[in-house]
């Protein structure tokens, strides 16, 4: 069964309903049946839904987790000994093979290169395979080009192998590994499961998927639930592909499409409806049109604001005046498309007094005054003897360590540590009323399985969020920041593909709010600065609702967006030769804007400068000259001639932080002068 499931139509509700459905009615055995989620937060929600639905036994896990676990129960048999140990992060293993190229990167060029090495392994790719592959999916590898992208594989392989490891990635290449080779393995598990539900399967990669097949092992008990509306995660390798081909997989398989939105007002409904009205109307088929059955609301707002402080004052303004008047903090998130955008909101947030949780900051179960609490709590169970109700006897517990039931006056950590055991006050009284007769052994036992999956309870503060990390989740109240051009979307976005999938990550960060949604954006991004943003074009569709302010160009008197056809196109950055007119397919070509067959139309001695200015500089860093500048971005500095820093910014290969390496340098040189001496890099 493939389950279409539109924001807010109750897939998770629908999909234990139906696995409680077929444990109760005799057709499931529940240890036999394996649900399959992509976060340990809904796999852990999931667990508790199943558990208040009377249901015991049925494994809820990631890919990871279960993949994990039969490996480490086969490998043994299959290899011999223990598994290998599983590096818990990839940065010191990248930085010793950036090493032995002679490669010197800072923390983001390492994370960068750590998430291209993820996407190359579930896209099942070798280091003789990558280099195809990653130019027909238009990759552009950080500071480097494919061929040498492809030597890093092979020596970030190597290095692992030296030290004994594996990577995250490697669990499941292994698990594949071993179920294609030791056909009585396969066999084993296929009789362990029998039935599997996979949630969020818009977001398959292709090494998941070929898992998944092995578990299936041409099997069709398989129910899928997925939105290919919300498919935000192709750059790390999925693909909807799995989802939209599923029938034809499967045959005879039933489609069931979920449209009623039971989370959202009909306001909020309607703006996430006409945001996807320009989306292609082949890929807009595939997904659903959602029809609201809640009351009427509010209608959502934008609001433009001067410069980024300025529009975080006056969201942490409106949030202070909405708790006030008795909104939980809790009730609240500020949404974002970027993490650089969360300190400005951090510190508004601070100055007018109001609590928040930065979602992937530290992890819940790894702060001190939670690891403390359950070694307190796990000394009570010893001497729990039942007079006293769970959540009072809890309270008293963590009374040693500070706990009041009032929130303390001040900010910052002390308040951040009285949220953490406000949560575990509160998960006990939810334990308590959901399981009646459940004791602090129970809580502790709860606890540790929330521990294992990383399912935190709920924290009292405004969420502050970026859209890839509120997937899933929702809020009464929502401010979606940062509604500009370069923003949503991203600046860095190339072709059609890139822009319908961020113009799809804005659709599910409308789609998070229940009640209200305020959206905003501000001009520019220092107090003082030229106002040269732009509203986002997203919102152009929007005007009706948003109000003229959210067209991102003027209003034609033919009653359409002026220059709208022309801009849409530019937006999407296809590109033409200057000399032949043919379209620039690669990131090289389009960088030089020409093609291999038409010859340079650069000042060609300006280009030799750049060079030379490049080698020395590459020689005094100790960097190969590719991580300075390719090739293809210094065709286009000796093309554009660029005379100031915004020029620089619009040519590919240049962003904010080469800008602020080698701008006044590249600037120095396009006008003639002497670079400043090449130094060694710190």
């Known amino acids: 069964m493939c389950v279409l499931a539109g924001a807010g139509t109750g897939k998770t509700r629908a999909i234990t309903h139906r696995i409680a459905y077929g444990v109760h009615s005799g057709v499931y ?14 796999a852990g929600e999931m667990r508790v839904r199943l558990r208040e639905l009377g249901v015991a036994g049925v494994q809820a896990r990631t890919f990871h987790a279960a993949a994990l676990r039969q490996l480490h129960y086969f490998w043994p048999q299959a290899i011999g000994g223990a598994a290998p140990e599983i590096l818990p992060h990839k940065a010191s293993v990248v930085g010793e093979a950036a090493s032995r190229l002679r490669l010197q990167l800072d923390r983001t060029e390492l994370r960068d290169i750590a998430a291209e090495i993820e996407w190359a392994k579930v896209s099942l790719l070798t280091p003789e395979s990558y280099a195809a592959a990653a130019r027909r999916a238009r990759r552009e590898p950080p500071g480097m080009d494919e061929s040498g992208m492809a030597r890093m594989l092979g020596v970030y392989e190597e290095v692992k192998g030296e030290r004994g490891v594996i990577d995250f990635e490697d669990v499941l290449l292994l698990t594949v590994g071993i179920l294609e080779e030791r056909e009585d393995i396969a066999a084993t598990v296929r009789q362990q499961y029998r039935h599997f539900v996979v949630d969020e399967y818009q977001d398959v990669n292709a090494l998941q998927q070929r898992l998944l097949e092995l578990w299936l092992g041409g099997r069709h008990e398989v129910c899928v639930v997925g939105d290919p509306m919300q498919t935000i995660y192709s750059f790390t390798g999925a693909s909807p592909r799995h989802l939209l081909d599923f029938a034809a997989q499967h045959p005879g398989a039933q489609t069931v499409r979920l449209v009623r939105n039971y989370r959202s007002t009909p306001q909020v409904v309607e703006t996430a409806n006409t945001l996807l009205t320009t989306v292609p109307v082949s890929r807009r088929s595939a997904g659903v049109q959602l029809s609201a059955q809640r009351p009427a609301g509010a209608r959502p707002t934008l609001t433009a604001l001067a410069d980024d402080p300025a529009e975080a004052a006056w969201v942490a303004g409106e949030i202070r005046r909405r708790v006030s008047a008795g909104t939980p903090a809790s009730d609240i998130a500020v949404l974002f498309r970027t993490n650089g955008q969360s300190e400005a909101l951090e510190s508004a947030l601070s100055d007018v007094g109001v609590p928040y949780l930065v979602r992937g900051g530290e992890r819940f179960f790894s702060r001190r005054e939670v690891r403390d609490a359950i070694v307190l709590l796990r000394g009570a169970a010893r001497t729990d003897d039942g007079e006293h109700p769970l959540g009072t006897l809890v309270a008293d517990v963590l009374s040693g360590m500070g706990w009041q039931s009032e929130p303390p006056a001040a900010s910052g950590a002390v308040r951040a540590r009285w949220e953490s055991l406000k949560a575990l006050v509160d998960l006990a009284e939810t334990t308590a009323a959901t399981t009646p007769g459940a004791r602090v052994a129970d809580l502790v036992r709860e606890l540790d399985e929330r521990a294992a999956a990383q399912h935190a309870p709920a924290v009292d503060g405004v969420t502050l969020a970026s859209l890839h990390a509120a997937k899933g989740l929702e809020w009464p109240v929502v401010h979606l920041v940062g509604c500009s051009d370069g923003l949503m979307p991203i600046v860095m976005a190339e072709g059609m593909d890139e822009i319908n999938e961020e113009r799809r990550l804005l659709y599910v960060g409308l789609t998070r709010a ?29 005007a009706a609702i948003l109000g003229e302010g959210a067209r991102s160009t003027p209003k034609s008197a033919g009653g359409g967006s002026a220059g709208g056809g022309r801009r849409e196109k530019r937006t999407a950055r296809v590109r033409h030769c200057k000399g032949c007119g043919t379209e620039l397919t690669t990131a090289t070509q389009r960088a030089s804007g020409r093609c291999p067959e038409c010859p340079p139309t650069y000042d060609e001695g300006l ?28 065709e286009a500095i000796a093309e554009a001639e660029p005379t100031d820093a915004r020029g620089l910014l619009a040519i590919a290969g240049i962003g904010a932080r080469k800008l602020e390496q080698y701008g006044d340098d590249v600037l120095a040189i396009v006008a003639g002068d002497a670079p400043s001496p090449p130094a060694a890099q710190d």
């Open 607 to 634: 280009y030799e400068r750049l060079v030379t200015w490049r080698r020395e500089l590459s020689k005094a860093q100790s960097v190969p000259a590719f991580v300075v500048f390719t090739d293809a971005t210094l």
């Open 514 to 542: 229940r009640d209200e949604l305020h959206l905003s954006w501000a001009r520019a991004r220092t107090p003082g600065a030229r106002p040269s943003r732009r509203v986002s074009r997203f919102l152009d569709p929007l």
């Open 29 to 42: 055995q529940p240890q036999r049946v394996l649900a399959v989620t992509f976060t340990a937060r809904a």
